[in-house]
């Protein structure tokens, strides 16, 4: 989503008009408010496939996700007839798919006149150079599988990437910079020493807890989407936990001394974009997360963990080589680069 909110503004800061957006959504995740205030364009949800997890909020089961997602197809096929509704309604010259399954669905089974580009760091694991996390085999024929529908009739593949890499004109995938929310680039950094996190599933917050009451001296803040929990959660007066909110977020990670996270590539780019250290710890069972891991670490990001211990991050802090300069002349191409590409067509 904040990857739509950024394009969104480079394409209206040239001319350019976002129709309308469509997002999927289903019972696990929640649309943060946000969303709707800053793509300035008119929004409409649909039912959409999402991962299963386990009781603890922490696993993600593959094959369970799978069956119950089966389960559920004929609301996925409502859903698909929305897309193609909301499209015809709409005739834009072109869709962009943000790696939405149900998009690819979609151009499976339509005849679409738009041009169709997808965007998405998945998309880098069919570049050549790509270096994968040892075992995964399962995993990662069902991601090349999945990227193959979301990409069905694709004009272009946006790979989105933490450094420059050649493009693939043969299998149309071409290598492209983060789509960073413009917010970031008006932020001044400082270290007040204190560590921020995101959790991708709540769950993870015990272990944050466990490391907390061995180590209450470090000032923590995590941000999660748990829809019961307050918009603060204090725990004591060096650990609090936090709902969702893009600014808030930004600026304590302009200021936080090192952010640790479930390996999600956006937050992973703004942490590298301030400078900051990272610590990424891939969500149980989520074979992308653990690419973002290993491919941000070889771009210097910082370092990854199985679990959210910070004992090895805590060390690693004062020995982390600062990369941002070369990574933000890297970003700060994407306006150049979004803009060829989404309006020049052979």
Same mark, same amino acid.
């Given at each position: 989503?904040?990857?739509?909110?950024?394009?969104?503004?480079?394409?209206?800061?040239?001319?350019?008009?976002?129709? /309308?957006?469509?997002?999927?959504?289903?019972?696990?995740?929640?649309?943060?408010?946000?969303?709707?205030?800053?793509?300035?364009?008119?929004?409409?949800?649909?039912?959409?496939?999402?991962?299963?997890v386990d009781s603890k909020n922490k696993k993600i089961h593959i094959w369970r996700s799978i069956w119950v997602n089966l389960l559920s197809a004929p609301t996925f096929f409502r859903s698909i007839a929305f897309i193609r509704e909301k499209v015809n309604e709409t005739q834009p010259d072109v869709i962009v798919n943000f790696y939405e399954l149900l998009g690819g669905l979609y151009a499976m089974v339509s005849r679409v006149r738009s041009h169709i580009v997808v965007v998405g760091h998945q998309y880098l694991l069919a570049h050549p150079q790509f270096v994968f996390p040892k075992g995964y085999w399962i995993d990662k024929r069902l991601m090349s599988l999945n990227s193959w529908v979301v990409a069905a009739k694709a004009k272009k593949k946006l790979a989105l990437s933490f450094r420059p890499m050649p493009d693939v004109i043969r299998k149309k995938l071409?290598?492209?910079?983060?789509?960073?929310?413009?917010?970031?680039?008006?932020?001044?950094?400082?270290?007040?020493?204190?560590?921020?996190?995101?959790?991708?599933?709540?769950?993870?917050?015990?272990?944050?807890?466990?490391? /907390?009451?061995?180590?209450?001296?470090?000032?923590? /803040?995590?941000?999660?989407? $748990? $829809?019961?929990?307050?918009?603060?959660?204090?725990?004591?007066? /060096?650990?609090?936990?936090?709902?969702?909110?893009?600014?808030?977020?930004?600026?304590?990670?302009?200021?936080?001394?090192?952010?640790?996270?479930?390996?999600?590539?956006?937050?992973?780019?703004?942490?590298?974009y301030l400078g900051k250290p990272i610590m990424m710890v891939p969500t149980y069972g989520h074979f992308e997360q653990a690419c973002n891991a290993l491919d941000a670490t070889l771009a210097g990001a910082g370092i990854q963990n199985k679990v959210f211990d910070l004992d090895p991050f805590v060390a690693y802090l004062p020995r982390h080589k600062d990369i941002s300069y070369a990574f933000r002349q890297w970003a700060d191409s994407s306006k150049e680069k979004f803009l060829q590409h989404l309006t020049q067509f052979d």
């Open positions: 989503m904040t990857q739509a909110i950024s394009l969104s503004e480079m394409l209206r800061s040239e001319g350019h008009t976002v129709v /309308h957006v469509l997002v999927g959504k289903s019972a696990r995740r929640e649309i943060p408010g946000f969303f709707y205030e800053k793509i300035q364009a008119p929004v409409t949800t649909f039912e959409s496939p999402n991962f299963v071409y290598v492209v910079p983060p789509l960073l929310r413009s917010e970031i680039r008006r932020l001044s950094t400082q270290n007040r020493g204190f560590i921020l996190g995101y959790l991708l599933n709540a769950g993870y917050a015990e272990e944050i807890e466990r490391w /907390h009451a061995r180590h209450p001296e470090y000032e923590l /803040h995590f941000f999660w989407d $748990k $829809k019961d929990a307050p918009e603060d959660l204090k725990i004591d007066d /060096h650990l609090w936990f936090h709902r969702l909110n893009d600014v808030k977020f930004l600026e304590m990670m302009s200021k936080c001394g090192g952010y640790c996270s479930t390996a999600g590539f956006e937050s992973i780019c703004e942490a590298m």
